[in-house]
């Protein structure tokens, strides 16, 4: 079985440089589908800003869930007072399951203060939330982990898992392995190696597949993990049942 | 012909095993690699393995701000399968059109060898940045100069890399661990196949990854076929095998 844990459900979204293949945009349920069928993912999470397009697709696909996408600013003419209101708002929907952060490009310091609200939501609602890692300041390890220490109950994934700066991989595992609340996930990493490494000191429960399609191809990203070096039970629980333990409590998605 | 332009021979934990020829054999055997060219800074041991591997080259890892460097890749360039000069401006912390690099670069252009240079993030360098090795390409007309990664895992370097690469007649494109597949046939699109070459970046970056990565890029077969070895053994060896 196969759960993508990071993937993109729009265009690009933050820059004028061309960052997916032409025509690989996942801008359409039928897209997704597609490319599930294609590769044999049964499931899969989407990572978005957008609510109601998000429940747009949920409601298309079975086996997708969501994360909501949000960052700590005002939005002006918003309906929700506040970001945090309106992640609970999108929480209360069945198939949202979790939270995405991306310090880099929302730019703020996830260790700030200003976080604690949501953290605390994540919490109370019992969802995850998944961190863009990778690059300075804000999406580094070491920063993610300040917020992990002061609320030990969230649990916080590092997505790409430090990306593609071996010392930065290096600051994912290191922190998630004296914090039992932090796990990785593997899109982007380039480094087989790393993944095996990540699961021999965190154990086989804290690493999870994601692809970041359609910024990422997904089969070079399941080449990737396959290619690591792991048992036939890790590579089980990394390619599938960690993000469906994490995300879903166990539950695989419908179509599996 | 599959020619990987740009493998360490070093070794990673849990990973792969390439400090020692029998590794770079196996791993040529298991991955079927003809020629691969060699990167590192220790001249003996390139050469230990040069000598002791069919179809492997080397090319000499160079900190300009070594003393005696300059000799020392003079050196090497008189043995046939030293085959060009490595230049990392991030990890050695130099902008790559400082004075003290020149020399380098002229000795470059009196043996015709193309010189490779690190290019994008990681690691954190504004050095290693296509637009700042762009500066080097033009005060340096006839070095060949190969753009190792062209520009790594960022997408705004890539588009550099490429740009750079559009206006520089003097300037190849090396896929080693940058990580998109369509990415090589837009390059190729953009500069012709002749100036885009694989390279792996192994044992950071795993060879099989890396051939399937090319191989996926959906390029015509000759396109492929010189993306994979032709453009590398044109660049580098320049019709010459030097056994």
Redesign the interface.
């Given at each position: 079985m196969i759960f993508d844990a990071h993937v993109h459900p729009f265009p690009n979204f933050f820059?004028p440089?061309?960052?997916?293949?032409?025509g690989?945009e996942l801008d359409a349920p039928e897209k997704l589908e597609a490319l599930m069928a294609a590769e044999g993912i049964d499931g899969c999470l989407l990572l978005a800003r957008d609510g109601d397009t998000l429940e747009h697709f949920l409601g298309r696909i079975p086996g997708a869930y969501g994360l909501f996408w949000t960052a700590p600013r005002p939005s002006p003419g918003s309906r929700y007072s506040s970001f945090v209101e309106e992640t609970a708002h999108w929480l209360e929907h069945p198939k949202i399951v979790g939270i995405k952060l991306h310090p880099l490009v929302d730019a703020f310091d996830p260790s700030s203060r200003m976080l604690d609200g949501l953290y605390a939501l994540s919490v109370e609602r019992h969802v995850p939330i998944l961190f863009h890692t990778g690059h300075?300041f804000g999406s580094l390890a070491w920063p993610i982990e300040v917020a992990a220490r002061r609320h030990p109950r969230a649990r916080f994934v590092l997505g790409h898992m430090g990306?593609?700066?071996?010392?930065?991989v290096d600051g994912a595992i290191e922190v998630a392995s004296r914090n039992p609340n932090l796990f990785l996930e593997t899109s982007?990493m380039?480094?087989?190696?790393k993944i095996?490494?990540a699961v021999?000191e965190l154990g086989e429960s804290r690493v999870m597949y994601g692809s970041d399609a359609p910024f990422?191809?997904p089969?070079?990203e399941l080449?990737?993990v396959r290619?690591a070096?792991l048992n036939e039970r890790q590579l089980a629980r990394v390619l599938a049942a960690n993000a469906i333990d994490l995300f879903l409590n166990g539950t695989p998605p419908p179509s599996a | 012909m599959i020619f990987d332009a740009h493998v360490y021979p070093i070794s990673v934990p849990g990973g792969l095993q390439l400090a020692t020829p029998d590794g770079i054999r196996q791993l040529m055997a298991d991955e079927h690699i003809d020629r691969v060219l060699l990167v590192a800074k220790d001249a003996d041991l390139l050469l230990r393995h040069i000598e002791e591997i069919d179809g492997a080259y080397a090319m000499l890892w160079t900190d300009p701000r070594s003393p005696g460097v300059v000799d020392q890749a003079r050196s090497v360039l008189e043995h046939p399968k030293f085959r060009g000069l490595k230049l990392d401006p991030a990890l050695d912390a130099f902008d790559p059109d400082d004075a003290t690099v020149h020399p380098l670069l002229t000795l470059a252009a009196e043996h015709g060898v193309p010189v490779s240079v690190h290019c994008g993030h990681p690691p954190p360098s504004l050095y290693a940045l296509p637009w700042m090795i762009e500066r080097a390409v033009v005060r340096f007309p006839q070095v060949r100069f190969v753009l190792a990664h062209m520009g790594y895992c960022v997408f705004e370097y890539h588009e550099g890399a490429m740009v750079v690469a559009e206006r520089r007649a003097n300037v190849y494109l090396e896929i080693g661990g940058m990580p998109h597949n369509w990415r090589i046939k837009e390059a190729v699109g953009r500069v012709g196949p002749d100036r885009v070459l694989h390279g792996s970046a192994a044992p950071w970056h795993h060879p099989r990854l890396a051939l399937r990565k090319a191989r996926m890029s959906d390029l015509a077969p000759t396109d492929l076929a010189a993306v994979l070895g032709e453009s590398a053994a044109a660049i580098y060896l320049r019709g010459d095998s030097a056994g």
């Open positions: 820059s440089v061309k960052m997916t293949a032409p690989s300075e990306l593609s700066t071996l010392e930065y982007g380039p480094f087989t190696w095996k490494q021999e990422f191809t089969q070079l080449e990737k290619l070096g | -």
